[in-house]
């Protein structure tokens, strides 16, 4: 059997004051290929909630309850009596009655705490393994609910026990620490609670990823995940003026856009045949999508799960064209969204090195008005001495934490995170001892930053690794780690509990999971493209593993991985090889040098006046304007080949 979950809501209800009982009605004739039998039931709703049903119609005409709870009582999933089945060609249908008697101000249903919610998940079981999420929102049929049985906003009888619990709860018992972690110069670093959920995502949902730039979370708690499809970033995707390199006519033709449920299957998939090099993903509270393309020099706004049409509600930036004007980009990396979706940050990456702040109106019929509030940041240059408030060199993510009214950006290639308050200006710069030289993402959530770092150039240096940092003093409260250590991770989301985090990689083609939970078993390998894969449902490879969890006969459940081993060096090959290549770098940066100055019109000598030093100006790249740096044209990967005259000689850099 497949475990299952059928989310019926509503997405948009006005709610009037004073009125003792407004129902809000979803229905729908679910498609579903075979019987699922449902087993338990929750109901969410806020503070004006005071009962949600949910019925079946069959094909005969006969009505069934399946479910009627509290939504003010404790957020869990209550057994039934009895099963309840749904059959193909049943109608089921949910109300959500809202009481607002004693208050004045009128409410809606929406994505954020001040407004109403209308959710009924129905827990099931079925034979059909590819449906476990099933989802109906709104009215499919306007007239089926106004046939409701009686009594189906009739609120249930008092429960002292389940409100008291509801009021007051119980203290949690927090886990044993995790082991710690190896920092910079050999600093011993905290543990912490998160450990790898094993088995996810599923096989099938793994072979199908491409190179990972970015993930977030949607409103229900799923992992949406945007990859490259059969695209990587290599030496050959952007000319020297950063346009796009490759051909401009066919874009990826896999979906990019995939969303992945909690058992690791994919539930929606989009966004084949519009991409050309994806970078980030964000997800607002509305669900709706936000991504960056860095070959298109683009950010797109879609509706929730791509919408209906699949095509964007906003576009921003001018297609193929780089520029640092107010209608171009130039390879931007990342955006972060304001709780009431009202305001909205652009992080402009890789040539511009800029954030830039926008305000959005969404009118009625679904237009959108955008402003340019304000812009700060400018490029430092590589491996410059100077590294001020405003200097970023590459701003590869953003994340806001609104309680402390800041916005906080990953400076990649200065190792540090720089946070502003909402307007641009600068409060402080996170970079504790410890901290890795490289930082990709960056996350928030419950007064802490997330943060994954990159592979180092310098042989000696850590391993990439998860940090979380207390974003008022930003000391390392814990580290967090995967089994056999990250490789090339390039973004990470936190949900908003904090209780689980996503880690995507560049290479190998990995998306992790990590609960805060003790580990339960432990694996061998992640949930790799390809890969050999943990015990997942439905898995007949899956003996092994489920006599671990506690015999064959067992319910699936979600294994954890031990998570936090540490990697070094173990080849004395490797490390000589390391050593020695350090005075070749040297021999070959200054026949670098002496080769720009000897080549007319491609630079000259530095300015000995100047004050700040770099590696950009013996090889004749100003630090001003809208020239790239070398660590541009490569994000994360190590060793792929590049016909570029600097970076034939430079020392690897890494791919976005």
């Keep these: 059997y497949t475990a299952g979950i059928f989310l019926l809501g509503r997405s948009n209800l006005y709610i009037p004051p004073n009125t003792p009982s407004t129902p809000g ?14 087993f338990a039931y929750r109901t969410h709703a806020h503070s004006y909630g005071n009962v949600i049903s949910g019925y079946k119609k069959s094909r005969n005409g006969d009505w069934k ?57 129905l827990m099931y079981y079925t034979t059909s ?21 009686e009594g189906n906003d009739v609120p249930l009888p008092p429960n002292p026990e389940l409100e008291h619990k509801a009021a007051h709860g119980s203290p949690p018992t927090a886990p044993e620490p995790e082991p710690e972690q190896a920092g910079r110069g050999g600093k011993s670093l905290p543990g912490s609670h998160y450990s790898v959920v094993a088995g996810w995502p599923a096989k099938e949902t793994a072979d199908q990823l491409g190179q990972l730039s970015g993930c977030a ?47 690791g299957h994919i539930i929606n998939r989009w966004g084949k045949d519009f991409f050309f090099l994806p970078h980030m993903i964000t997800i607002d509270t509305q669900n709706n999508i936000w991504v960056t393309d860095v070959a298109l020099h683009q950010v797109f706004k879609f509706g929730p799960y791509g919408g209906s049409d699949k095509k964007p509600l906003l576009t921003l930036g001018t297609r193929f064209q780089p520029g640092s004007d107010d209608s171009h980009y130039c390879k931007p990396t990342s955006v972060a969204v304001s709780q009431d979706t009202k305001t909205f940050y652009v992080a402009d990456g890789y040539c511009n090195s800029r954030v830039i702040k926008y305000s959005i109106t969404v009118t009625s019929d679904g237009k959108h008005a955008v402003n340019k509030i304000t ?48 307007d641009g200006k600068f409060v402080r710069n996170l970079q504790p001892e410890g901290f890795g030289g490289r930082i990709f993402g960056i996350s928030y959530a419950k ?113 954890l991985l031990n998570g936090a081993k540490k990697l070094v060096p173990t080849s004395s090959g490797v490390l000589w090889a390391a050593v020695i290549s350090v005075p070749i770098t040297i021999l070959v940066s200054c026949c670098l040098a002496i080769r720009k100055c000897r080549k007319k019109g491609k630079g000259t000598m530095p300015d000995t006046n100047r004050k700040n030093w770099s590696l950009g100006d013996i090889l004749g790249r100003s630090k001003e304007g809208f020239q790239p740096l070398n660590t541009d044209e490569r994000d994360g990967i190590m060793g792929d080949d590049s016909d570029s005259e600097v970076e034939e000689f430079s020392v690897p850099a890494m791919h976005a």
Aim: hydrophobic content about 35%.
């Design 447 to 559: 007064e802490q930053l997330y943060a994954v770092s990159g592979p180092e150039f310098n042989p000696f240096a850590p391993k990439p690794v998860g940090y979380i940092l207390d974003i008022e003093s930003g000391n390392i409260d814990g580290t967090f780690q995967v089994t056999g250590g990250l490789q090339n991770p390039h973004d990470v989301v936190v949900s908003p509990d904090a209780s689980t985090l996503y880690v995507v990689e560049l290479s190998p083609f990995v998306v992790w999971k990590l609960t805060n939970g003790q580990p339960q078993a432990a694996s061998n390998t992640p949930a790799a493209a390809g890969g050999k894969m943990a015990a997942v449902p439905g898995n007949p490879n899956n003996n092994n593993q489920q006599q671990q969890a506690g015999g064959a006969g067992s319910t699936p459940q979600q294994i």
């Design 129 to 149: 393994k590819d449906t476990d999420f099933v989802v109906c929102f709104d009215e499919e049929n306007s007239q089926l609910n106004q046939h409701l049985p």
């Design 375 to 422: 812009e700060w940041g400018k490029t430092a240059g590589v491996m410059s001495i100077k590294k001020g408030p405003y200097n970023f060199n590459i701003p590869h993510s953003l994340t806001l934490a609104e309680d402390k009214n800041l916005v906080c950006t990953a400076d990649r290639e200065n190792g540090r995170v720089l946070c502003f308050d909402t």
């Design 25 to 38: 009605d979803a229905n729908c004739k679910p498609k579903i290929p075979s019987f699922i039998h449902v």
């Design 65 to 121: 309850e399946i479910a009627k709870g509290n939504p003010q009582w404790p957020q869990a999933f209550y057994p039934m009596k009895d099963e309840v089945i749904i059959v193909p060609g049943d109608e089921v249908a949910a109300r959500c009655s809202y009481n607002t008697t004693g208050h004045d101000s009128a409410v809606r249903i929406g994505a954020t705490s001040g407004d109403e919610m209308c959710n009924l998940y």
């Design 217 to 263: 979370i949607d409103v229900y708690g799923n992992a949406v995940i945007f990859h490259r499809g059969d695209r990587t970033w290599n030496g050959n995707t952007f000319k020297s003026d950063n346009t796009y390199g490759m051909d401009r006519n066919t874009p990826i033709p896999q979906d990019t856009v995939l969303t992945v449920n909690s058992s």
